[in-house]
């Protein structure tokens, strides 16, 4: 259907691209697995037409093709549903999946029953049924990724390109995406998943290419290999210990939660003990993100008490929290942890004046010591603390992030999904970094939809239901069985 | 060897290294165009003008990196030159209408910060409607008509040379060295660019963003006080139809030196040559005889001549989009 061959792409300093061939078949499930850093994404642009390659060719349906720009290859019917997905949120769904159309002189009256039997008819291509009238702002990140490969279907895509789809959905929702790639499998589409959750690979792709450092090196059936076989040809050695042993031994009460509730959620009652990683869990919407955010202060509005180290808190603010010792990790880190246009060193010290410990008065020489000492122990990849945030893999953003949390010498760390999109190098580091944190004394409240991530890391698991408590178990009672069971009802 | 390698590396990461290229080609420009353009007295009578818009320029600069916008300053003038000429008129000390002008100045920056920050306004209309609000009361204060202010500490201010250089040339240099260290060594500058980079991101990092914009508002009502004195000073009148152009000749300058208008960059330093750079724009073409609204036409050009520039500069290389 689509192949590429001897693909080479330059960029000033670096050869993102060398020499890459791949092929994907008529009604196929391609998956395409790499680190971050090893080319998919360049490699998605070219097949899409954003970028022209150096060298190589493109063949689509037997033909050499060149493309120059995204609407020669979504003409040809090759689309792409990208990680951060381009809605326009105020704007219904109907209307975001007719926007293309404006641009063509017959539509220059707008039609709305038109409009909106087209999406509903694009809608039901796929199985989806969404009010073709609700804003798109409302619909979860699940709903918008369905609108999108919908939108693409509709426009007759015969290659479908899924970039990293389930990064913010939970097991559910995922399960609901394979179920539609599916579909989409048996009406003869041809799709490149890309992902790092080798899980899915195994659960759906037919055959898997394997990036690194540019370069493809390997390619075999799903059938054929085994997931350590495909984790070392992604990082190009073996991760037989992805998670580490755990060897933090969790001491006292640290921080007490008792009744406390905001209006997502509602009377909560746990501990958190020194030392221990408790992890949190939920399914989409059940309001367990939202505790992070409330435990940091963000919601001035709160009941119950929280207390840390016996101290009564005022959640009231971000600024009160961080003096406590309380830090937080958001899961957005494009959005909420970093600044992106600001230097790596400048992202480091974010937290460092409002710790009240330091002084008001900044030292240069300073900064760029505390900053050169993380970007040591944490292994950031950056050319210098100058690099542009921006510039920066996934992985090493969030590390980023982690250093400036962790700079304030926090006693309690509260990480929101903290490996959301991020390759498994990188992932395996933070575990690492977080086990020997625990081990030093600091407390962590991982929030996360991960379940590999949830029971190997996590002390105990805390399962959040419709803003309530469902759950609160211990390391004998964390079964994935166990924790789904309360994360679907109430009545554990 | 490789300091001087690592010198040229250091020059080459200022921002508005293009800006002073520039600067230099108008000056190239209009020294050989006029024989009278190049020379100290002519520098100075330039810097002399300048530093009214160049000292406005310096916290409006950190107000466009905190990514918000102010367009009541011009009118803050007009409203803090008419108070002082009513007050002198009625025989109250320099002294005493200097004071007063500067805490109605801050009482502005109050106004203009709590909108934004605590009401929640887009700073484009609360500042918008503070344009309107601050010159309409000008007028009424003044019956829409001028005052004529004589007084030796104007013509101190306003006049006077200490060392050759004006004294309004003095007190711009001096905020420009403290603000310079306002923005590169304390915790409030530096919060200033976080909170512009992205609100978001400073709330989360307990930056109280709140707080730090309405501070930031008051330094800037203060500063446009200060550019005030040294308008009324210059003029030697109290005009409440006074200062219309100065405000966006400020954001002007800030763009020319480099200021991302979405927030979080900025300098300071650039923003002063970019004020200068105005000035000497329009020196120069006085001097070779340009009717007036071919000077708004020709400098409106060179804005978006300079920001044209810089957006091809930063274009990413090898991307269509």
């Not at chain 1, 426009?155 to 097991?171: F, G, H, K, R, Y």
């Not at chain 1, 921006?390 to 992030?401: I, P």
């Not at chain 2, 520039?22 to 002519?42: D, E, G, K, Q, R």
């Amino acid at each position: 259907m689509l192949k590429v061959e001897h693909i080479t792409k330059i960029f000033p300093g670096v050869k993102a691209l060398d020499d890459v061939s791949l092929e994907v078949r008529k009604g196929e499930v391609l998956a395409l697995l790499g680190e971050n850093g090893a080319g998919k994404s360049t490699l998605i642009k070219v097949l899409s037409g954003i970028h022209s390659p150096e060298e190589g060719e493109i063949y689509y349906k037997g033909e050499p093709i060149k493309f120059h720009g995204p609407v020669d290859a979504k003409e040809a019917g090759i689309s792409v549903v990208h990680q951060e997905l381009a809605f326009l949120p105020l704007l219904s769904v109907a209307e975001n999946l007719y926007i293309r159309h404006y641009t063509e002189k017959r539509h220059r009256l707008v039609n709305w029953s038109e409009v909106n039997a087209a999406a509903k008819e694009a809608m039901d291509m796929i199985h989806l049924h969404i009010p073709p009238e609700r804003p798109v702002g409302k619909c979860s990140v699940a709903e918008c990724q369905q609108i999108e490969i919908a939108r693409a279907v509709y426009e007759n895509a015969q290659v479908l390109i899924l970039d990293e789809p389930t990064s913010a959905l939970n097991d559910k929702e995922t399960e609901e995406l394979m179920k539609c790639i599916e579909g989409l499998r048996e009406k003869g589409v041809s799709i490149i998943l890309i992902t790092h959750k080798i899980e899915e690979i195994m659960r759906i792709a037919d055959r898997v290419v394997v990036l690194r450092d540019g370069h493809t090196v390997g390619e075999c059936q799903v059938g054929a290999v085994t997931k350590d076989d495909l984790i070392s040809m992604m990082v190009g050695r073996k991760i037989t210990d992805m998670y580490p042993k755990k060897t933090n031994r969790p001491g006292g009460t640290l921080l007490s939660v008792e009744g406390f509730g905001t209006d997502l959620l509602s009377d909560l009652h746990f501990t958190v003990k020194k030392g221990e990683i408790l992890g949190v869990y939920g399914l989409m919407g059940a309001g367990h993100l939202e505790l992070g955010q409330a435990l940091f202060g963000c919601y001035s509005k709160y009941t119950g008490e929280v207390r840390l180290g016996g101290e009564l808190l005022r959640l009231k603010s971000p600024e009160i929290c961080i003096r406590k010792g309380i830090v937080f990790l958001p899961s957005d880190r494009k959005q909420e942890g970093l600044v992106l246009m600001h230097s790596v060193k400048s992202n480091i010290m974010n937290l460092y004046y409002q710790t009240g410990k330091n002084s008001r008065i900044v030292n240069h020489k300073r900064e760029e010591s505390i900053s050169r000492k993380w970007m040591e122990q944490l292994r950031i990849k950056t050319p210098s603390g100058e690099t542009i945030a921006e510039s920066l893999s996934g992985g090493n953003q969030q590390k980023v992030v982690l250093a400036k949390c962790l700079e304030t010498d926090p006693k309690i760390i509260i990480l929101n999904d903290p490996t959301r999109g991020i390759d498994v190098g990188a992932k395996a580091e933070i575990y690492h970094f977080l086990n020997a944190l625990t081990e030093k004394g600091v407390s962590v409240i991982m929030i996360t939809s991960e379940m590999p991530e949830l029971l190997a890391m996590s002390d105990r698991v805390l399962v959040i239901h419709e803003g309530k408590q469902s759950a609160l178990l211990e390391k004998e009672e964390m079964t994935q069985t166990n924790i789904v069971a309360a994360a679907i009802s109430n009545d554990f | 060897m490789s300091n001087l390698k690592q010198g040229i590396q250091k020059v080459k990461k200022i921002d508005y290294l293009p800006l002073i290229f520039a600067y230099a080609v108008i000056i190239i420009f209009f020294s050989v165009c006029s024989p009278y353009f190049l020379s100290f007295t002519n520098f100075m009578s330039i810097i002399l003008y300048a530093s009214i818009v160049g000292i406005l320029s310096l916290t409006t600069c950190l107000v466009l990196a905190a990514g918000q916008i102010d367009f009541s300053a011009g009118s803050v003038i007009a409203l803090g030159s008419c108070v002082m000429g009513i007050m002198m008129r009625g025989g109250s000390s320099v002294w005493a209408a200097m004071a007063v002008c500067m805490l109605i100045s801050a009482l502005t920056g109050v106004y203009n910060g709590i909108m934004i920050a605590y009401v929640g306004m887009n700073p484009f209309i609360a500042t918008l409607a503070g344009m309107q609000m601050f010159r309409g009361i000008a007028y009424l204060l003044t019956d829409a008509r001028s005052i004529t202010i004589t007084n030796n500490v104007f013509k101190f201010i306003g006049r006077a040379r200490t060392m050759g250089v004006p004294n309004a040339a003095w007190i711009m240099l001096l905020l420009l060295l403290l603000f310079g260290i306002v923005a590169k060594y304390t915790a409030f500058g530096r919060r200033i660019f976080v909170i512009g980079g992205s609100q978001k991101v400073a709330y989360l990092s307990g930056i109280n963003v709140k707080r730090d914009t309405l501070l930031l508002f008051v330094i800037h009502g203060v500063v446009t006080g200060v550019a005030t004195v040294i308008f009324t000073a210059q003029l030697g009148a109290a005009l409440p139809a006074a200062a219309q152009n100065t405000n966006f000749t400020a954001i002007s300058a800030c763009v020319l030196g480099g200021v991302s208008l979405t927030g979080g960059k900025g300098s300071l330093m650039g923003s002063v040559i970019g004020a200068l750079l105005l000035e000497t724009l329009s020196n120069g073409m006085n001097m070779l005889g340009v009717a007036s609204f071919w000077q708004d036409v020709i400098t409106g050009f060179v804005l978006i001549f300079a920001v044209t520039l810089d957006i091809i500069k930063n274009r990413r290389k090898g991307s269509s989009y």
